[in-house]
């Protein structure tokens, strides 16, 4: 479990040492024939060994696209980072040739799609799939390859796995074909894995199984862990950090419990709002009123004050940075305090 220790940055950044992945003023943007699509406005986050930062935010906010922003697979063009950093351990990214990133991506940092279980070749035996890192990444043999996915395939708990490596996909359910896909993508001993809605499409008891399966491999191998989700049942049992992004900016980011005790921006109160009592275990987000922003015609100021209910005057002229408003916590809003304390208006 993530400890508090001295205060931070609002990025969650801790003092000293420096965090296994920082992200700084990341900006992404689209060249479309329609015009320029903002996808990525100013998202500054950090994470550090061992930690899960869940990122929560509603559909087009911008979550995939700094996660492959972070993997470096965006289509440049149409896409183009026109800003920011992105460190691992101190090394910017952005700054490297595509050769030296591309033997960190799938090995320092991997990512689970979103439409993960599409992903598998249909004419390639789940064997073949999973031993092909360790062939183009390592250089082993067939036999070695093969040896190494059966042991993955125990790793991510697949039953029976020396007989299934020789099984095609289709032979596999939902929840084991993400367990390949899992396996995959730890394959390398990443520091780094990007989850992007791991469990989406999966059912309720196999999503659990699957978030436990993510939760033990993290704890064992010591990877951080960022875990893009709808679901506030997900981000309250799995994460250690949560990052609410709105409009391509992380608007609030605070430790877990923090954010459900009070949060500290009307976007993150208004998500938590939509949830009934209960707790809000496995449930999706529901909209908070008012339609998202449009990436091509950014409102001025805070993305978020046209759908504001604490808005005054001064919303639509200056974009709030990130207040640090406690360690590790910092909310992108000019009122945080009326926000945090329940006061309105
Ligand atoms: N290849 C692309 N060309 C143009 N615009 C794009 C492209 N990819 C993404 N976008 C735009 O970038 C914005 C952010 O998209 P992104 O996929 O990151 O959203 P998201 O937060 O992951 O949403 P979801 O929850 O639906 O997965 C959206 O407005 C999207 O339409
Ligand atoms: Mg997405």
């Given at each position: 479990m993530w400890k508090t220790p001295a205060p931070a940055s609002p990025a969650g950044r801790p003092p000293g040492g420096g965090p296994l992945l920082a992200v700084e003023n990341l900006h992404v943007e689209f060249v479309t024939r329609r015009g320029v699509v903002r996808a990525v406005n100013g998202v500054d986050c950090a994470l550090n060994a061992g930690e899960t930062l869940a990122v929560l935010g509603e559909s087009g906010s911008g979550k995939t696209v700094t996660a492959q922003a972070i993997m470096g697979i965006l289509d440049t063009p149409p896409a183009r980072v026109t800003r920011g950093t992105i460190r691992l351990r101190g090394t910017d990214l952005l700054g490297l040739r595509e050769e030296d990133r591309s033997r960190i991506r799938g090995s320092r940092i991997a990512m689970i799609f979103q439409d993960a279980l599409s992903a598998l070749n249909p004419v390639f035996t789940v064997g073949a799939q999973i031993g092909e890192m360790f062939r183009v990444h390592r250089g082993l043999s067939r036999r070695d390859a093969e040896r190494r996915a059966v042991e993955l395939m125990d790793r991510v708990r697949i039953p029976d796995a020396r007989r299934r490596v020789h099984d095609y996909p289709h032979r596999f359910s939902g929840g084991m074909r993400q367990r390949v896909m899992i396996a995959m993508a730890i394959a390398l001993d990443p520091e780094v894995l990007i989850a992007d809605e791991p469990t989406t499409a999966l059912d309720v008891t196999v999503q659990a199984q699957?978030?436990?399966?993510?939760?033990?491999?993290?704890?064992?191998?010591?990877?951080?862990?960022?875990?893009?989700?709808?679901?506030?049942?997900?981000?309250?049992?799995?994460?250690?950090?949560?990052?609410?992004?709105?409009?391509?900016?992380?608007?609030?980011?605070?430790?877990?419990?923090?954010?459900?005790?009070?949060?500290?921006?009307?976007?993150?109160?208004?998500?938590?709002?939509?949830?009934?009592?209960?707790?809000?275990?496995?449930?999706?987000?529901?909209?908070?009123?008012?339609?998202?922003?449009?990436?091509?015609?950014?409102?001025?100021?805070?993305?978020?004050?046209?759908?504001?209910?604490?808005?005054?005057?001064?919303?639509?002229?200056?974009e709030p940075p990130l207040h640090p408003i406690g360690p590790f916590r910092g909310s992108a809003c000019h009122y945080w305090r009326e926000v945090l304390h329940g006061s309105h208006g």
């Open positions: 699957i978030m436990e399966l993510l939760s033990e491999l993290r704890r064992e191998s010591g990877m951080g862990l960022i875990l893009i989700t709808h679901d506030l049942g997900v981000v309250a049992d799995a994460a250690d950090r949560v990052a609410v992004m709105y409009g391509g900016r992380i608007v609030e980011n605070a430790p877990v419990h923090d954010i459900y005790r009070a949060p500290a921006h009307p976007y993150t109160k208004g998500l938590l709002e939509s949830i009934p009592r209960a707790g809000g275990k496995g449930r999706a987000l529901r909209a908070v009123e008012g339609s998202s922003p449009d990436p091509m015609a950014m409102p001025s100021g805070c993305v978020f004050h046209p759908r504001c209910s604490y808005r005054q005057d001064d919303c639509a002229a200056g």
